[in-house]
């Protein structure tokens, strides 16, 4: 019998599918603003003073915002949400893990040689890999703790492959 373990879908997929364009987009969005409000207002000269510092202070300050903000968003983002909607199913000899749009990863569970957890954690969640190293490829595939029921799945596994998990 297959085991089948879904991640939640928190967003709509119009959302998980673009969500990147429309964050860049109101970033550039803020920074024209500020680049409207300094043309409008700025008085031009070239001669060096304290207004000339203080607007590319400002502009220095709106560019950070428009380029740090949705960079920030978009990382942690992707780390809480990159696998709302995936699928992962311990079937026969397989362990095939699917993808929200449909793209399928599949390793033979004689062919797993380790389960950890990263050992550092830049983005949370934490990720856990499984790796196939028997296979005439090297390939693996990760989960996180965002996964309901991680760990009745990762026992699943170990069960099958005889291999514990190194979890931290």
């Not at 300094?38 to 001669?47: L, N, V």
């Not at 397989?94 to 797993?112: M, P, S, T, V």
Request: some cysteine; overall charge positive.
């Amino acid at each position: 019998m297959p085991e089948v373990f879904h991640y939640p879908v928190t967003y709509p997929a119009w959302w998980m599918d673009s969500y990147f364009l429309l964050t860049w987009c109101l970033g550039m969005l803020f920074l024209s603003v500020g680049w409207a409000i300094f043309f409008r207002y700025g008085k031009f000269s070239y001669g060096v003073d304290l207004g000339c510092f203080w607007k590319s202070t400002l502009l220095l300050v709106l560019t950070t915002i428009s380029l740090g903000g949705p960079n920030y968003y978009n990382t942690r983002f992707v780390g809480e949400h990159g696998q709302d909607g995936d699928a992962i199913k311990i079937s026969g000899d397989k362990l095939l893990y699917l993808d929200r749009k449909g793209n399928q990863k599949e390793l033979a569970l004689a062919h797993i040689t380790r389960i950890y957890q990263e050992s550092i954690t830049y983005n949370p969640p934490p990720k856990i890999f499984i790796v196939a190293g028997k296979a005439p490829v090297r390939d693996s595939l990760f989960v996180t703790t965002n996964l309901p029921d991680y760990k009745d799945f990762l026992s699943s596994l170990a069960k099958r492959t005889g291999i514990e998990a190194k979890l931290r």
